[in-house]
């Protein structure tokens, strides 16, 4: 019974960060310029990935009769906000947007963990994170190596 209170928890907090990634790409495009289109086209496959993570998610909430979370963490709304600030500041540039991404990326990772770190995970459930984690720490090192390069 303990992985039926848990599991359905856990990955409603998942499919919120898969929610807080998506909305995340989709503020770092509206701020690229014409020159970064590798950046968005690089954007547009991690918010297809976040989406992909989310049913995969959801599908396994379903399986357990709980309602899914639709919207975003609190967390992630008040990084977006931190970052709408920050742009005033520093500027919509191709380092900066790099910058908050990554910061995204470190997030991403941290639930992740955290979510994997919790008590009576069923194995499948336990899998389907460590896998989704997995993925997503590539694409945290793909943007960490692309911020990197762009200080060179």
Same mark, same amino acid.
């Given at each position: 019974? *303990? ?22 790409? *989709? ?21 297809? *990935? ?68 919790? *008590? ?33």
């Amino acid at each position: 019974m *303990e992985n039926i209170a848990i599991n359905p928890e856990t990955l409603n907090d998942l499919i919120q960060i898969n929610n807080d990634r998506v909305a995340g790409y *989709e503020k770092a495009i509206e701020e690229l310029q014409p020159e970064d289109s590798d950046l968005k086209a690089l954007f547009v496959r991690m918010i297809g *990935e976040s989406h992909k993570y989310k049913l995969a998610l959801a599908t396994a909430v379903q399986g357990t009769g709980t309602e899914l979370e639709t919207g975003t963490t609190t967390s992630g709304k008040i990084y977006r906000a931190w970052m709408d600030v920050k742009a005033v500041f520093t500027g919509h540039d191709r380092q900066t947007i790099l910058n908050n991404c990554e910061a995204g990326e470190d997030a991403a990772q941290r639930a992740y963990k955290s979510a994997l770190e919790e *008590e009576g995970l069923s194995a499948d459930t336990r899998a389907l994170i460590t896998e989704q984690k997995t993925e997503l720490r590539a694409s945290h090192d793909e943007i960490k190596a692309l911020r990197d390069a762009n200080k060179a």
